[in-house]
């Protein structure tokens, strides 16, 4: 089956549900402090598989890969360098056969975890290093890539360009957004909701939006700036569960699943398309938004 872009899905109207988190399912599943969640593709197929077929389950439309740290960099800190082609294609695969031929899979680029700024990179090793990533994403089958969690401009545009330079696959780009004392929304590199989305759609970006951060108060906020200078750009949000807090030594996100599906009507008339999780949600939080907006609620 040929599946429609999914710009083209959100042009009549339709509100599309993404995943929930990825990091903190996996930890449920057994994954280690300090382990590659990566070689998990290799490793552990099957309990990756789990995670995202749970998410097709409760209703998601998008279901994205775990290749958040697929990139050359942050493998080679585990001394799997020379596996990013290996890592990145099995974890599309195990998505592609989770989502079916109904849904989108959305392929994972996160931060390298290096900045230019503090000289450790240039922006021609980024993009080298993102071409990589994507291309290999490409060839696993991806309808899309979702380049998320990003803080600084010249990483972003540079994944944007690599992709965009390299596959013919849509792009999602979403930032991590923090308040200040001022009531404004900022990354850590101080840029603003409006800023990261014009220079990622002016890079090459079909999808813009905002991820993870310190929980779902505030998006309203991120979209409606997004959407001020972006009219007819489809926006996507994927807040945290909350803030996590530390009980008998584990992290626990308190947002409910109603808490997070109670922000939909809010979220779709201040413009959103695609509504998902980020860090602490789960497939009872994706199954509430999904109810959610099924209903009209």
């Keep these: 089956m040929n599946r429609a872009k999914i710009t083209d899905a959100l042009k009549s109207g339709r509100i599309l549900v993404a995943d929930g988190a990825w990091g903190t399912a996996l930890q449920s599943r057994?994954?280690?402090?300090?382990?590659?969640?990566?070689?998990?593709?290799i490793e552990h197929p099957e309990l990756v598989f789990d995670v995202a077929e749970s998410y097709i389950k409760a209703g998601s439309n998008l279901i994205e890969t775990n290749t958040f740290g697929g990139n050359r960099y942050k493998l080679e800190y585990y001394g799997l360098g020379?596996?990013?082609s290996e890592i990145n294609k099995a974890g599309v695969e195990i998505s592609?056969?989770?989502?079916?031929?109904?849904?989108?899979?959305?392929?994972s680029i996160g931060p390298t975890g290096k900045m230019v700024l503090m000289g450790d990179v240039t922006e021609e090793a980024f993009y080298n290093v993102f071409k990589e990533q994507a291309i290999a994403l490409a060839e696993?089958?991806?309808d899309a890539i979702v380049i998320e969690t990003m803080s600084a401009i010249d990483e972003a545009i540079s994944a944007v360009k690599a992709v965009k330079e390299n596959t013919d696959l849509e792009i999602i780009s979403t930032f991590t957004?923090?308040?200040?004392?001022q009531g404004e929304f900022r990354t850590m590199m101080g840029v603003s909701p409006a800023e990261a989305a014009v220079a990622a759609v002016e890079a090459g970006a079909d999808i813009v939006g905002a991820n993870c951060g310190k929980g779902y108060e505030g998006m309203k906020q991120i979209i409606e700036e997004i959407r001020n200078v972006l009219p007819d750009i489809p926006i996507i949000i994927q807040a945290n569960?909350?803030?996590?807090e530390l009980i008998n030594g584990e992290s626990v996100f308190p947002a409910t699943p109603e808490e997070m599906a109670d922000q939909n009507p809010l979220w779709i008339k201040a413009g959103v398309n695609i509504i998902g999780g980020c860090c602490g949600t789960t497939d009872k939080h994706i199954r509430a938004i999904r109810n959610a907006v099924d209903s009209g609620k």
């Design 30 to 41: 057994g994954l280690k402090g300090g382990e590659c969640p990566e070689i998990w593709n």
């Design 82 to 84: 020379d596996r990013v």
């Design 96 to 107: 592609r056969k989770a989502a079916g031929e109904e849904n989108w899979v959305i392929a």
């Design 140 to 142: 696993g089958g991806a």
């Design 177 to 181: 957004f923090e308040p200040t004392v």
């Design 241 to 244: 569960a909350g803030l996590p």
